[in-house]
């Protein structure tokens, strides 16, 4: 009796004792699900305000380059805008993998426009990598008056092939083809960078001009050799190389034809150089007009500038040729001409000691004409012990010549007739 009615009690004190752990389990329950449910709406709104959002750009500001790409949609428009960035800004996007456009990301259109308008070295980038397999020509421009540009792009290059061409880029001072240094140097922007100079230095283009000219005995120094191929255009300077791949002529010749060249295109130091390395063949074996050409284009007054000026004046050249050489030495010396060239007179002040010779040349000249003319004159009357042999002795003429003039037909003479002496008697 007692047991049973102890037994429904117990059990009623257990519930009531669970109950308050229950209780803790769903209110807590309860308050994550509430703070998960506004998490989610807070999100959820979030998003909902910020994408209808419109931001006005003032135009009147100016926009950075590569905010203006994310407006580019076309690889058309990409190209256009990259076509004006730097080397080292197009290098900076060789890492870009984001599309354009029918499949070429931002990286493949900076590399195109790295090789069109940098001249970028692909092929020696990817040195030890395959070349690449496909290449693909996109053309900007056309319209508005703008010329038309082709870019060649090369698609399916690989991660590898990426990761070389960034890698060289990067290590590399100047990652360029021969006509990328070419064009870098004919700009003078990176005159104060010696490193630019000297890779080219090393490119075949200039080497074939300084092998020419070090068969010289005194070759011209490498910053002068530079100048020149500098001074001309590409095309002079890549067709030279390419013909001395082709015949490897290293003649005194060539070296003249290659000078000869450039002369014609107006490069005053291909004058400079003829004067010093070819001063005899320029002297002598070229026409009147193409000496007259290197005397106008002498602009340094160098001794060897100086010296071929004065060969020229002293020359049997012709008068245009004096008065190009005469104006030449004014100009190099920093003297004023004077309004009425008198070649005597320039012979007097820049070769004083040819101007002495020449006078003394001519003077005996004069002598010896006066000289004969006074022998033609002079009358020997014959003496008591005069004859042949001694009259010659005298007179130093032969007696062949005393008997041929007065048609003496044997060696008797008569005291007192007279005999015409041609002789240089004094």
């Given at each position: 009796?007692?047991r049973a009615?102890?037994e429904?009690?117990?059990s009623?004190i257990?519930?009531?004792?669970?109950?308050?752990?229950?209780r803790?389990?769903?209110?807590?329950?309860?308050?994550?699900?509430?703070?998960?449910?506004?998490?989610?709406?807070?999100g959820?709104i979030?998003?909902?305000?910020h994408a209808?959002?419109?931001?006005?750009?003032d135009?009147s500001k100016e926009?950075?380059p590569e905010?203006?790409?994310?407006?580019?949609?076309?690889n058309a428009?990409m190209?256009a805008?990259?076509?004006?960035?730097?080397?080292?800004?197009?290098?900076?996007?060789?890492?870009?993998?984001?599309?354009?456009?029918d499949g070429?990301?931002?990286?493949?259109?900076?590399?195109?426009c790295?090789?069109?308008?940098?001249?970028?070295?692909?092929?020696?980038?990817?040195?030890g990598q395959?070349?690449p397999?496909?290449q693909?020509?996109?053309?900007?421009?056309g319209?508005?008056g703008?010329?038309s540009?082709?870019?060649?792009?090369?698609?399916?290059?690989?991660?590898?092939?990426?990761?070389?061409?960034a890698?060289f880029?990067n290590?590399?001072r100047?990652?360029l083809?021969?006509l990328?240094?070419?064009r870098?140097?004919?700009?003078?922007?990176?005159?104060?960078d010696p490193?630019?100079?000297?890779?080219f230095?090393?490119?075949?283009?200039f080497?074939?001009i300084?092998?020419?000219f070090?068969?010289?005995?005194?070759p011209?120094?490498?910053?002068?050799?530079?100048k020149?191929?500098?001074s001309g255009?590409?095309?002079?300077?890549?067709?030279?190389?390419?013909?001395?791949?082709?015949?490897?002529?290293?003649?005194?010749?060539?070296?003249q034809?290659?000078l000869?060249?450039?002369?014609?295109?107006?490069?005053?130091?291909?004058?400079?150089?003829l004067?010093?390395t070819?001063?005899?063949?320029?002297?002598?074996?070229?026409?009147?007009?193409?000496?007259?050409r290197v005397?106008?284009?002498?602009?340094?007054?160098?001794?060897?500038a100086?010296?071929?000026?004065?060969?020229?004046l002293?020359?049997?050249?012709g008068?245009?040729?004096?008065?190009?050489?005469?104006?030449?030495l004014?100009?190099?010396?920093?003297?004023?001409?004077?309004?009425?060239?008198?070649?005597a007179?320039?012979?007097?002040?820049?070769a004083?000691g040819?101007a002495?010779a020449?006078?003394a040349?001519?003077?005996?000249?004069k002598?010896?004409?006066?000289?004969?003319?006074?022998?033609?004159?002079?009358?020997?009357?014959?003496?008591?012990?005069?004859?042949l042999w001694?009259?010659?002795r005298?007179y130093?003429?032969?007696i062949?010549?005393i008997?041929?003039?007065?048609?003496?037909?044997s060696d008797?003479?008569?005291?007192?007739?007279?005999l015409?002496i041609?002789?240089a008697?004094?």
């Open positions: 009796m007692d009615s102890t429904p009690r117990d009623t257990e519930r009531l004792r669970v109950s308050p752990r229950l803790i389990i769903l209110m807590t329950s309860g308050i994550l699900n509430v703070v998960m449910l506004g998490y989610i709406s807070f959820v979030r998003n909902r305000d209808p959002v419109c931001v006005h750009v135009a926009v950075a905010d203006a790409l994310l407006g580019s949609s076309t428009e190209v805008d990259f076509r004006y960035m730097s080397l080292d800004q197009l290098v900076s996007r060789l890492v870009d993998t984001r599309l354009v456009e070429y990301t931002q990286r493949d259109l900076a590399l195109a790295l090789v069109a308008f940098h001249q970028f070295d692909l092929p020696k980038a990817l040195l395959p070349q397999s496909q693909r020509q996109i053309v900007i421009g319209q508005d703008v010329p540009v082709a870019i060649i792009v090369y698609p399916a290059l690989n991660e590898d092939q990426f990761a070389a061409i890698r880029a290590n590399e100047w990652p083809t021969s990328g240094l070419f870098r140097l004919q700009l003078d922007t990176d005159k104060d490193t630019l100079a000297e890779a230095y090393l490119t075949r283009e080497l074939a300084e092998v020419l070090n068969r010289k005995v005194h011209p120094e490498k910053t002068k050799l530079l020149l191929a500098l255009d590409w095309s002079t300077l890549s067709r030279f190389c390419r013909l001395q791949q082709r015949q490897q002529d290293y003649s005194a010749a060539r070296r034809a290659l000869l060249d450039y002369l014609g295109n107006g490069v005053p130091v291909a004058a400079e150089l004067v010093e070819e001063a005899a063949f320029t002297a002598k074996k070229l026409d009147d007009m193409t000496v007259v005397l106008e284009l002498l602009e340094s007054p160098v001794s060897a100086m010296e071929f000026a004065v060969d020229i002293t020359s049997p050249r008068d245009i040729v004096w008065e190009a050489a005469a104006q030449a004014y100009r190099l010396s920093g003297d004023t001409p004077p309004e009425m060239m008198d070649h007179a320039v012979v007097q002040q820049f004083p040819y002495e020449v006078a040349l001519a003077m005996g000249v002598d010896e004409f006066d000289g004969d003319q006074q022998d033609k004159e002079v009358i020997h009357t014959v003496k008591r012990g005069d004859s001694k009259i010659s005298e130093k003429v032969k062949d010549e008997k041929k003039i007065n048609n003496l037909h008797f003479l008569k005291p007192g007739c007279r015409v041609r002789s008697a004094g």
